[in-house]
Every structure is written in structure tokens, then in C-alpha cells.
């Protein structure tokens, strides 16, 4: 059964650092663009930032360029969001989503998120 499974999650003191961790299995991780997203109670769900398939390229929304880092390891089917010089309103539920980009096979995959709350 394909699934992503966040963590890393958690209170943090604005200035501080969190690193989420999402996990996949059952599908093949290198096929797909890995993204994170996140979701505040009434609002849209926001992109956060991508990481290419090969983990050669990353992209980030502009409230997050140059404090959140987008990594892969493809051995470990593992992407990795480091948050820091957090702010609170990076507050919300952080979600990873799985794209395909090669090979066959079901274009899309979501986390089930992780709380992420900034608060003094």
C-alpha cells in the first residue's frame, strides 16, 4: 500500500528550528517530484516548495527563500523540510505531496500532515 508519512512536527519558539521528515513506501520515490505544502484552519492549502525528482533542483515560495531548505534522500525514500528562523505564521499543518514525473503509475500522493505550531 503506497503512503507518505510525515513527522518532525511540533511547538517551537519563533527564531527556532524544526526539520519534518516525510517517508514514502510503496511506490517508486525516484519517479517523483516531491512537494510541501501547508494549511492553516480556514484557508487554502499553500505551496511551500518542490524538490526535483534527482533532488538537482528546488524551488520555494518567496516567504520561505532562504530560511526553509528542501532535500531528498533517494535511498532512504525520505524528503526533508529544514524550517528555520521560524516565524509565527509558518504555523499550520505541513503536507507532503508526491508527483510523478517518469515511469506509470498513479500521479499523485499525500501525507496525512504534520502540526507545525510557531508561538512564544
Known amino acids: 500500500q503506497a503512503q507518505l508519512v510525515e513527522s518532525g512536527g511540533g511547538l517551537v519558539q519563533p527564531g527556532r528550528s524544526l526539520r519534518l521528515s516525510c517517508v514514502a513506501s510503496g511506490f517508486t520515490f525516484g519517479w517523483y517530484a516531491m512537494k510541501w505544502y501547508r494549511q492553516v484552519p480556514g484557508k487554502e492549502r499553500e505551496w511551500v516548495g518542490l524538490v526535483s525528482s534527482n533532488g538537482g533542483s528546488t524551488r520555494y515560495r518567496d516567504s520561505v527563500k532562504g530560511r526553509f531548505t528542501i532535500s531528498r534522500d533517494n535511498a532512504k525514500n525520505t524528503v526533508y523540510l529544514q524550517m528555520t528562523s521560524l516565524k509565527p505564521e509558518d504555523t499550520g499543518v505541513y503536507y507532503c505531496?508526491?508527483?510523478?514525473?517518469?515511469?506509470?503509475?498513479?500521479?499523485?500522493?499525500w501525507g496525512q500532515g504534520t502540526q507545525v505550531t510557531v508561538s512564544s
Open positions: 505531496k508526491a508527483e510523478r514525473v517518469n515511469g506509470v503509475g498513479p500521479s499523485v500522493y
